[in-house]
């Protein structure tokens, strides 16, 4: 061990589990990319500003764990907590909702950072993929990205996820909503942390975890009974949708994204092995966010998944991925002229597209074999002196034991035709 550690509440990712995470990253992202969103990286890094509004000054995130710092020139900056600020900041600062083909359907992967309490599934440092549909009000749009979240867990093979559903209003039923809500928090009997939100982020309360805040929130009014037309007409259209498309979801009342630019469809999936941290991804309408960044109005919907939690499940429900081995061939030469005629095997196999690797340090014969089964490569080339002096290289399929000579000139020609 080194004088130092990863920093508190980060984990380094590590072969074989690193495969797993990368497997994991690519099938949350795989139906997004079926289903014409593009690719879009925006940096490590914002205005602290940009978050502050773009993630609202009231919630934890901003006023407790954005990892914010100046820098040397005096640049107000923050480590991205999230994603959607940053794309849609990117999306605009291109111009992308000009181009004609709205909505921009774009999708992400990457770090994220949040000064939190550290515990299994809640880090400071963690990954997420993305999607973002920006500019179109539609309820398909919606029913859209949460089938294709569905699909991606599926796809892992994950089974005993949840999905809760929620709207919550728009600017004209919510105001009135906020209102009626406001008047019953304040009757009840809360601490000086609590009532501060009734005024700043009323809808924040209904998701307080304490148990003694929640006995009192019996009976308190509830988004639901106070959409307008326009909302649950929206809001059934996406239920059918789902409905239609098999996917099963439960109606959760007090499913909040507390800001004033989160409307209509808000979404949580929940996986239930997970302890307290059961979140797996999260997302909802975002139609008053463009215009809080200074954009113009561009209704949005988009959703993040948490590849870390995503793999504690998987874990959970002990399921194996299948990640294919990288190395498919290993070579073992024995002498320093058969390592300079195999070295060059090597490249040219590469080359060729077979995964290749060598038995690099001058092991003796048994050492390098048992490299070549713990590569998890199917075949090993083996040879020394003598088998080049005739002509030959040892192929050892390293499933069956079986060993057979192939001409040095085949060999690469041979390993395709059984590869790739
Ligand atoms: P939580 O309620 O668990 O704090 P959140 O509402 O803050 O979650 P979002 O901002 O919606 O989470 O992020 C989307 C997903 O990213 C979450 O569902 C979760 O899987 C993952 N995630 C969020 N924060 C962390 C973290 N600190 N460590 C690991 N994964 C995280
Ligand atoms: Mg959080």
């Known amino acids: 061990m080194s004088t130092f550690k990863a920093p508190k509440g980060t984990y380094d990712l590590i072969p074989p589990v690193s495969e797993t995470f990368l497997a994991v990253r690519e099938a949350l992202a795989a139906p997004l990319r079926r289903a014409g969103y593009g690719y879009v990286e925006t940096p490590g890094f914002e205005s602290v500003e940009l978050f502050a509004r773009g993630v609202g000054e009231s919630t934890d995130i901003v006023t407790k764990e954005m990892y914010a710092f100046t820098t040397k020139g005096g640049d107000e900056l923050a480590l991205r907590p999230e994603g959607t600020a940053s794309v849609l900041r990117a999306a605009l600062e291109a111009n992308l909702h000009k181009a004609g083909n709205l909505p921009v359907k774009l999708w992400y992967s990457g770090s994220y950072y949040r000064y939190e309490r ?47 559903l929620n709207s919550l209003g728009d600017k004209e039923c919510r105001p009135v909503y906020r209102a009626a809500l406001q008047d019953f928090l304040r009757g009840l009997d809360l601490d000086d942390d ?87 991804g999260g997302g909802g309408r975002y139609d008053g966010l463009s215009e809080m960044i200074g954009g113009p109005e561009l209704p949005s919907v988009g959703w993040a998944l948490g590849v870390d939690r995503t793999v504690l499940a998987l874990e959970a429900e002990g399921v194996e991925l299948h990640v294919p081995a990288s190395t498919q061939v290993f070579t073992v030469a024995l002498g320093e002229e058969a390592r300079r005629t195999l070295f060059g095997v090597v490249t040219e196999l590469r080359r060729a597209g077979v995964p290749t690797d060598f038995a690099f340090g001058g092991k003796g014969l048994k050492n390098a074999m048992k490299s070549a089964n713990r590569s998890g490569a199917r075949y090993a080339i083996v040879a020394g002196e003598r088998d080049l002096a005739e002509g030959g290289v040892q192929l050892k399929d390293l499933q069956s034991g079986e060993q057979a000579p192939v001409a040095l000139g085949e060999i690469v020609a041979e390993l395709r035709r059984k590869l790739v």
């Open 194 to 280: 609590t009532r501060r939100r009734i005024d700043i982020n009323p809808l924040r309360v209904l998701d307080d975890k304490r148990e003694a805040v929640q006995k009192q929130l019996t009976g308190a009014p509830m988004m639901r009974d106070h959409l307008c037309e326009a909302c649950k007409t929206y809001h059934e259209q996406v239920r059918e949708l789902l409905t239609a498309a098999g996917v099963e979801f439960e109606d959760d009342p007090k499913l909040v994204r507390g800001l004033d630019y989160y409307t209509r469809t808000t979404f949580e999936f929940v996986h239930d092995g997970l302890g307290s941290q059961s979140a797996v």
């Open 118 to 164: 550290p515990q299994k599934g809640r880090y400071r440092h963690f990954s997420q993929v993305g999607a973002e549909a920006i500019g179109a009000e539609d309820p398909a749009l919606d029913a859209e990205l949460i089938i294709l979240a569905v699909d991606a867990y599926k796809s892992l093979g994950l089974r005993t996820f949840r999905l809760l």
